[in-house]
């Protein structure tokens, strides 16, 4: 319940933060909603003897359409994301998913770029990102990175984050006319992590075929996965019932999942199947003009 | 049907404890603050069964802040590592040699504050030699199995076998029975998880000699006098406060070593000392509930007649038995399990199994075991109902005890007081719509849609009770009340029960309103410390009203006959010619002369008769001459995703019937709080430990309580059969409702997969748990 | 190495110098003395210590007090002005929507952080928002009720402007 000691330092400006880092290395955690940090620090599972506050850090917060993005500034509260009418409109994918993450209060702490960074598979975001086939912007000591999504979670709690180099921001690309995303969530108890979770994001041509297809896997694996031969198995095609259902039975095929308390993998993989199935449906409705 | 006009008829009046509460003003365990406090915490064991090989708390007695450390070793010394549990067996407080289930305590540490202690337990080194753990009572009861108890006389697990009933009619009964059910029904282990923990704040004070300690009790007396006997204090030098609780539910009951840790720790230093657990100390340590194995079996007729009853039960008790059970009853009032039928054979037999876990057994609402007693009759009359081919409502119909019947003696030996069954059933399936519910499931099973109709009709059995049956530890258990009016006509009652939630200070002064006449806000209720309030043995098993309330009535008549004699006097009549009206004495026929409960209040004290012995209180000590019995009908409607086997509990009817309530709001509050408690096992809550001894639910992150989202809106009615023998015909209602409701869901789940062959599931009913069924089925989406 | 904290709190500013460790509710309930806030759990599961934090209700064990230097700081302690109930007070007592008490402090903070954003909340609105409080003694039903019970006197038209 109470955390060991540590030292608490909160640069005003990113440079200052990526120096922290630097000088301070492995022994140093960036704080942003800390709450994933904090109760590892809790349950003194983590100890860092350094803590840097990224919190007065002005301009990575916001959500904006620019250039052809949505971008997310990384410091961006989950409960902004919720209450965004620019995000409910235009991403409802990210709309569904920040409305499952743990709970309203934690949301008012919660940012997405912790979400991210954190790279707990069971985590809502990265599914989400890999749908939309987001890009990372990133910030260290040899300037400004942009990740693509899928080079961004290398393995449990890893990232392609350096030691010195911080999450600035999400790019996801506007959509293109006749697009529809939805995430659906599968949990125990609402709050609850994902016992498995399916994001898909669509884009349809004029002949109303599948033009692009962004398939994204929670908590079965050890990191979020790209369901890629669900996702191809789509292009160009009718996206009719039957096809939605092969679709939805090959995600089933890539998912990894374990037995754990929150079910047996076989299980797991069969609620991918099931929830990746109503998510294709969802986002061929929204696709199609739907809401 | 019939409903006696009940004696109070006071309704929903507000909460009076309702106000500190509402501002942040409540006087809870970790608000207690006395100067020069310090700060206990527990190193744990991280082995499920170990010997303790050495312990190096050097580290820990080298940083700044820490003051002391506490062993086995050392409360051996003093004679108290091990002491003895409720039910006569003894657990330890640390260990000298051995630990016996993960989390156990091992070693105390204090320090001038709370940060100070958390750090220094990591710094304690313990030396461990595991030991194989046993963790199912089948590991248990194999041959050459390891002991959990090496210090027993006995060179097996086993703890007590208990039996009740005819056995070898039983037998015949069911042999001869034209249709016999039977079903393995294993209820898991549960925690209550009460959002306070426990704690206390123990203060030795060396220049009075007193010990006081604030805890979280639910049993004040009892633990005063356990703790006097255990260490040798006097009795009268130790004090008990029980301030405001959030929560007990049961697991407030035990003695845990914490606040015996607490109580030498203040000795040892001289100073206050407070102990308060983390959530995860209490999920991994604090009394449990449930941990039943069942094999039940009803037997019946083709026409549907109810035989017999044989349930074998095999409890696992964890290292010890501190179940918090009446003496004579190691399996509490399980055999109440005949339950509300007209059956004239039966037979129970119980048989405890020691385990590597931690003790406990009587918790989170289960009324002494009442809650796997009806689980498993009413479980099994569904069952019998769908294979006779007959309608689950119209099998108990038929069955039932009847209203002409009470009181009624059962098979295994209750004098149930009184019930009207058939009223209440009707009255739920009425609230429901049962018809129109079950013609909605003919058509929605045709298009191959899940829902499910499921029934329990319980019967409880609180108010514990009879001197000449029920004992803790000796202790009988009775309830009292002592009523003191001041010259000015305000009331100060105190009693031996202890509320952590059910509204004691708003319905004890509702039942002296109700007979003196006293508006309710003149009338202050206060409970919990053993220097001030009488003798009691305390409140769980739903037994206050039943004992306590009892004792207010009879106290508060007792002083309206003083009343009565002091109005004689001050209107120089005989007494005999008075006629009592709600709050006043006046002559009879003359009713312009009177004198007010206030007027003779204050007369009590200034104006009495010469031979009376002046002031105005009373006391009771109430020793009830049976228990009681509430009894409901609980109906749930579920339906079921046929893709991901989540179950969806559509609608739920309850209505009980608790004799005389009392105040109504507060009735149905402890309904709606206990079906909660009734959905949380059915669905989501249980202690999982796996092989090697770990428990893999230590945390509320797996450990999963039901928010509001998972909560249905709970629709309840009542019934009112008053109790024959109670002094205002009231029965006691806390825990109906986690008692009735886990059947009633169960039933519906297996009522929606019958069709496809399920004939029984145990819970918590997991969405994986349905799926593999459907799929099993081939009706999986 | 101690940090001095001064946040408002509750309208007055308050000051204590505190380990940057310590955890924002044993700041309020042990440095300022407002023991309205409670702990329920060590997971950040429970809700019992909600506070409101620059108007946002958040889970004062998942922050550092640290972490609210110059914020301001709302707990159950300020709900009432000048000796009369907020109208989330008056409803949790007429509704009996508190039985044991340990979570309503909580309870009440996250339902007024609703009420603020969304005067008008449907059921299913307002189960969502206390999603992350947790209570065992009600069963939700009549917490509900409190909240429809306030929602609806706040929206009421008053004779003086009542403070939400």
Partial sequence: MIPATFEYLVPTALPEAIALLQDHGAEAKILAGGHSLIPLMKLRLAAPAYLIDINQIAGLEGIREEDGNLRLGAL????????????????????????????PLVRNRATIGGNLAHADPANDHPAVMLALRAVVVTRGPDGERRIPIDEFFVDTFETALGPAELLTEILVPSPAPHSGGAYLKLERKVGDYAIVGVAVQLALSADGTVAAAGIGLTNVGATALRASQAEAALIGRQPNEEMLKEAARLAATEAEPTTDLRGPAGYKREMIRVLGGRALVRALERARGGV | MTTVAPALGHGGVKRKEDPRFLQGKGNYIDDHRLPGMVYLDIVRSPYAHARVTHINAEAALAL???????????????????????????????????????????????????????????????????????????????????????DRDQKDNRIFHWEVGQREETERALQGSDVVVTEEIYIPRIMTSAIETNGCVADWQSATGKLTIYMTTQAPHAIRTVFALVTGLPEHLIRIVSPDLGGGFGGKVPVYPGYVLAAVASLKLGRPVKWIEDRSDNLVSASFARDYRMTAELGATNEGRITALRIKTIADHGYSDAAANPSKFPAGMFHICTGSYDLKTAFVEVDGVYTNKPPGGIAYRCSFRVTEAVHAIECLAERMAHQLGMDPAAFRQKNFIQP????????????????????????????????????????????????????????????????????????????????????????????????????????????????????????????????????????????????????????????????????????????????????????????????????ISFAAYTNFPPTMEPGFEMTSYYDPPNLTFPFGAYICVVDIDRGTGQVKVRRFVAVDDCGNRINETIVEGQIQGGLTMGLAPSFYESMIYDEDGNCLTSTFMDYLLPTAMETPNWETGATITPSPHHPFGAKGVGESATVGAPPAMVNAVVDALWHLGVRQIDIPITPWKVHAILQEAGVAE | MKMPVRVTI?????????????????????????????????????????????????????????????????????????????????????????????????????????????????ELEIREAISGNLCRCTGYVNIVKAIQYAAEKLAAPVAEAQPV
Wanted: proline share 6%; aromatic share 6%; with cysteine.
């Fill in chain 2, 64 to 150: 700044p802040g820490v003051l002391a450390v506490i062993t086995g070793k050392d409360l051996e010394a003093a004679g108290l590592a091990w002491i003895p549990t409720l039910m006569s067996d003894k657990q330890m407080v640390l260990p000298v040699d051995t630990v016996k289930f993960q989390g156990q305590e091992v070693v105390a540490v204090v320090a001038e504050d709370r940060y100070t202690a958390a750090d220094a337990v990591p710094l304690i080194e313990v030396g461990y030699e595991p030991l194989t753990p046993v963790m199912t009572p089948e590991k248990a009861l194999a041959p050459g199995a390891p002991l959990v108890r090496p």
């Fill in chain 3, 10 to 122: 509750n309208g007055t500013v308050r000051e204590a110098t505190v380990e940057p460790r310590l955890l924002l509710v044993h700041f309020i309930r042990e440095e300022l003395n407002l023991t309205g806030t409670h702990i329920g759990c060590d997971t950040t599961s429970c809700g019992a210590c909600a506070v409101l934090l620059d108007g946002r209700a958040v889970k004062s064990c998942t922050v550092f007090a640290v972490q609210a230097r110059g914020r301001d700081i709302m707990t159950v302690e300020g709900l009432m002005k000048n000796g009369a109930y907020h109208p989330l007070q008056e409803g949790f007592w007429e509704k009996h929507g508190l039985q044991c008490g340990f979570c309503t402090p909580g309870m009440l903070m996250t339902s007024l952080a609703l009420l603020r954003g969304n005067p008008h909340p449907t």
């Fill in chain 2, 404 to 599: 002409e019947q009470f009181p009624y003696r059962s098979a295994l030996g209750w004098e149930y007081d009184s019930g009207n069954y058939p009223a209440a059933l009707t009255k739920a399936m009425e609230m429901i719509g049962y018809d129109d519910l079950r013609r909605e499931q003919a058509e929605k099973r045709a298009r191959g849609e899940l829902m499910g109709i499921g029934i329990s009709f319980f019967t409880e059995i609180v108010g514990a009770g009879p001197s000449k049956t029920f004992d803790i530890l000796g202790l009988k258990m009775f309830d009292s009340c002592e009523i003191r009016v001041h010259p000015t006509g305000k009331v100060l009652a105190r009693l031996g029960t202890k509320s952590q939630g059910q509204g004691h200070e708003t319905t004890y002064a509702q039942i002296i309103s109700e007979e003196l006449g006293f508006p309710i806000a003149d009338i202050s209720i206060e409970e919990g410390d053993t220097d001030t309030a009488p003798y009691g043995l305390g409140t769980y098993a739903s037994r206050s009203t039943p004992t306590s309330g009892a004792a207010t009535a009879v106290a508060a008549r007792r002083l309206r006959e003083k009343a009565k004699l002091i109005a004689g006097h001050l209107l120089e009549v005989s007494p005999d010619d008075l006629v009592w009206d709600r709050d006043r004495f006046h002559v009879q026929g003359v009713p312009e002369r009177f004198k007010t409960i206030q007027d």
């Fill in chain 1, 76 to 103: 961006t509260r989950e409960a902004d994301l919720e209450s965004s009418e620019l995000i409910r409109e235009r991403y409802p994918i990210l709309h569904d998913a920040t409305r499952v993450i743990a709970d």
